[in-house]
């Protein structure tokens, strides 16, 4: 069965710290990972995508890595900020056939003054 | 440009009744998707659209939800006989082309209470 899985369900960081937020897969075979962002009483937006044949991506103060061979992937957080406050979706798609993109459950950020 | 818009933002009905949902996808977004988020819970797939059409409707929890898109453009997701359980934010989302690099554009939701 494909799945995502993240870890952990939730977090609670001081404010200016960083810290990692961890997603494992199972989905095959493997097209490409989003991290979306989803703030409270929002939709989901997506923050970085990545490939295959791509092992690290950076968007501002995120930065994503890839192991497409362990099936990991790592959004790590620097110098979190109150607006950081979120849940943070690892989202899988497939190649071939169905565009369903297999979504996980989310980690919950809590960033503290 | 204008986002994806659902509405309304926040409906109360009585259990038993029935509910339309409505989503505006973003001008020239050929595939739409529906999405369930209970509280606290990660987002479950419904329905999906390419186009007017529904290649992929597994997500459905039984028959007394549909969903239609008309126009390639505004869909409504309908739920009949409306129960408790059926209480969640309900999450559209378009995306540009039928792909599998494209991102999903997600409205804010329409938050479904029934009493």
């Known amino acids: 069965k494909n799945q995502v899985e993240q870890s952990p369900q939730s977090l609670i960081i001081l404010e200016g710290k960083n810290c990692t937020l961890q997603?494992?897969?199972?989905?095959?075979?493997?097209?490409?990972l989003r991290w979306y962002k989803q703030d409270t009483g929002r939709g989901p937006v997506s923050l970085t995508i990545?490939?295959?044949?791509?092992n690290t991506k950076s968007n501002g103060r995120y930065t994503a890595t890839l192991d497409a061979d362990t099936k990991q992937s790592s959004l790590h957080i620097t110098a979190s900020q109150l607006s950081d406050s979120a849940s943070y979706i690892c989202v899988v798609t497939r190649s071939g056939g169905s565009y369903i993109p297999t979504f996980g459950r989310g980690t919950s950020l809590i960033v503290h003054p | 440009g204008a986002g994806v818009s659902q509405s309304p933002s926040n409906k109360v009905t009585e259990k038993g009744k029935d509910v339309e949902l409505r989503c505006d996808p973003i001008?020239?977004?050929?595939?739409l998707y529906w999405y369930r988020q209970r509280l606290g819970q990660g987002l479950e797939f419904l329905i999906y659209f390419q186009g007017n059409s529904a290649p992929d409707k597994s997500g459905l929890p039984s028959d007394r939800f549909s969903a239609e898109r008309t126009g390639e453009s505004v869909s409504t997701l309908t739920i009949q006989r409306t129960q408790q359980e059926d209480s969640a934010v309900y999450l559209c989302?378009?995306?540009?082309?039928?792909?599998?690099?494209?991102?999903?554009?997600f409205g804010n939701g329409t938050r479904l209470t029934v009493t």
């Open positions: 001008s020239g977004h050929t595939a």
């Open positions: 997603c494992n897969y199972t989905v095959s075979p493997f097209s490409n």
């Open positions: 989302a378009s995306s540009p082309r039928q792909g599998y690099n494209s991102p999903l554009h």
């Open positions: 990545m490939t295959f044949s791509e």
